[in-house]
């Protein structure tokens, strides 16, 4: 899936980005700001339209107060638009871990995609800004994905280009800035955010970068804990789930279960659903 050549293409000189020893296209963006210790990489689609250039150029708007430090075209070439000493303005309103203003410690890596997309009667796809496209014509393979963070829609894969020059670019970040983590807008920002979309190998590339057991925005139970039919302490114990259990949260909301307000989270663990209470859940990554 990700396949590039055995030494990476991709090196870095003065928080500059080469490409066979060639610096790499800069257009630098004024959205950005100082104060930056990177820890990790965020990864954004454009949502957009998909000619060459078009994102790259908005980010050199005054009115678009937004930027990335790389963008990465369908072909699979890239465009430098902050240094990687600098603060690039893209994860907005965002936490990781309890550490809200993600754009203060992760690079953001944009990659040129139509994001969600509606499928019409005369069976086109059409993302937010109205355009029509078709499956199969000019290379646009499209899919429909449904999950809890994304939520329903039709979507267009990525190239293998893209893929693969996604994958150096990571690699060649983490090595240089002993970077320990890897992130889709959609987890640092969710319920706000659906990007990458669902067609996008995340959690593949994470385990390549960091090993398979790394996916640190998966809820892990702290303590044992009842799974519950329904949020309260009464006698609707369906399971008991050990430590360390991995969960998906489906959907969170506070209940007065003794006389007073808390926070519970209806879970999925792979075999059933229920309810557990949010003390028993390390979600300090989930704002």
């Known amino acids: 899936m990700f396949v590039y050549p055995h030494t990476n293409p991709f090196t870095i000189k003065s928080h500059r980005l080469f490409e066979d020893d060639q610096p790499v296209r800069f257009l630098r963006s004024p959205h950005q700001s100082d104060e930056f210790t990177p820890r990790g990489i965020i990864l954004h689609d454009t949502a957009g339209r998909l000619e060459k250039g078009s994102a790259v150029d908005w980010f050199l708007h005054s009115e678009a107060r937004a930027s990335a430090h790389l963008t990465v075209e369908r072909d699979g070439s890239v465009t430098q638009q902050v240094g990687f000493d600098r603060r690039a303005w893209h994860a907005g309103k965002s936490s990781y871990r309890g550490e809200s203003n993600v754009n203060a410690f992760a690079f953001g890596i944009e990659m040129v995609n139509l994001g969600k997309c509606?499928?019409?009667?005369?069976?086109?796809?059409?993302?937010?800004?109205?355009?029509?496209?078709?499956?199969?014509?000019?290379?646009?393979?499209?899919?429909p994905a449904s999950t809890r963070s994304h939520g329903?829609?039709?979507?267009?894969?990525?190239t293998e280009a893209q893929l693969n020059t996604v994958h150096a670019l990571c690699a060649a970040l983490a090595a240089k800035y002993d970077l320990s983590f890897l992130a889709g807008h959609?987890?640092?920002?969710?319920?706000?955010?659906?990007?990458?979309?669902?067609?996008?190998?995340?959690?593949e590339l994470r385990a390549c970068l960091f090993g398979e057991g790394n996916d640190p925005t998966t809820p892990t139970l702290t303590a044992s804990a009842h799974l519950r039919r329904w949020p309260s302490y009464e006698d609707n114990v369906i399971a008991v789930l050990e430590k360390g259990t991995r969960v998906e949260i489906i959907r969170s909301g506070r209940f007065n279960a003794l006389g007073h307000f808390e926070l519970w989270h209806l879970v999925d663990t792979g075999t059933q659903e229920g309810w557990v209470h949010g003390d028993l859940l390390n979600t300090d990554w989930f704002e």
Do not use: M, T
């Not at 005369?122 to 937010?128: K, M, T």
């Open 118 to 143: 509606v499928k019409l009667r005369d069976n086109s796809l059409q993302p937010w800004f109205k355009a029509q496209f078709r499956d199969g014509v000019n290379g646009l393979s499209f899919a």
């Open 152 to 158: 329903k829609g039709w979507w267009l894969d990525y």
């Open 186 to 203: 959609f987890e640092i920002s969710p319920g706000r955010k659906v990007d990458p979309n669902p067609l996008f190998p995340l959690k």
